[in-house]
């Protein structure tokens, strides 16, 4: 959603996943809209992140914006709930995007002016600032790390012409969110104030707002895209 975009926008995207079939997929269907390049990279392993990093940064020395997406989800009640379940979310929720932004520092640096920053948005979530109804402990505490990370990164890469802001989504229709909305969905939409779950535009809107001239003087924010569930529960 916030590649698509993004693309027509008219940003050059480039997009990872661990999974190599669903990069080469992603890009198929994203290169109708403009010019996107995939790169599978596990990015809850430092190495990796350390990888893409030098094959984004092979043919240019600057990157207008960084946006941290990937990340993992673990549900399981409270009595069962493995050790696991904590390195596996909180690496690649939390950990990666503190090592992208570490890595790319350069490159941001490059591209960020006064006048247009260059621009880091985090994917956190609604779940970080309300408390879920399900027992995923590792997620939402992982995101609410990254709430905070995003104000702290914020306050330091300011000065350097670099916005950090992270966007809180609520119930999409994505891969992660497959199964809930096909159990719950007609609930949590019934829940929402403005009585729907997310549609694309949704989400492809606020990146491009944040990315965009609209969003130049916004950083260290955190916000809420779920038709209110969060905020007026």
């Known amino acids: 959603m916030i590649a ?46 350390r990888r893409l990093v030098d094959l984004v940064t092979a043919d240019s020395d600057r990157l207008d914006i960084l946006v941290n997406n990937a990340g993992a ?17 909180v690496d690649l929720n939390l950990k990666s995007p503190f090592w992208l932004v570490q890595a790319l520092l350069p490159a941001l640096r490059g591209a960020g002016t006064a006048d247009d920053p260059a621009r880091v948005i985090n994917i956190g979530s609604i779940a970080a600032i309300h408390v879920p109804h399900r027992p995923n402990y590792s997620y939402s505490s992982s995101k609410a790390a990254l709430h905070q990370l995003t104000r702290v990164l914020a306050r330091e890469l300011g000065p350097q012409h670099i916005t950090v802001n992270a966007v809180a989504p609520g119930a999409f229709p994505s891969a992660m969110m497959a199964a809930t909305l096909d159990e719950f969905g007609e609930a949590i939409a019934a829940s929402a104030p403005l009585r729907r779950i997310g549609r694309d535009d949704d989400m492809a809107g606020i990146a491009v707002f944040l990315a965009s001239r609209a969003g130049a003087y916004l950083t260290g924010t955190v916000i809420p895209v779920d038709g209110g569930i969060a905020t007026t529960a």
């Open 73 to 89: 989800l673990w549900d399981e009640p409270l009595e069962t709930f493995p050790d696991a379940a904590w390195g596996t979310v």
């Open 4 to 49: 698509r975009g993004l693309l027509q926008a008219g940003a050059r995207v480039v997009i990872s996943s661990r999974n190599a079939e669903a990069c080469a997929q992603a890009q198929d269907e994203l290169s109708a809209f403009g010019e996107v390049r995939a790169i599978p990279a596990d990015l809850s392993r430092h190495d990796e992140c």
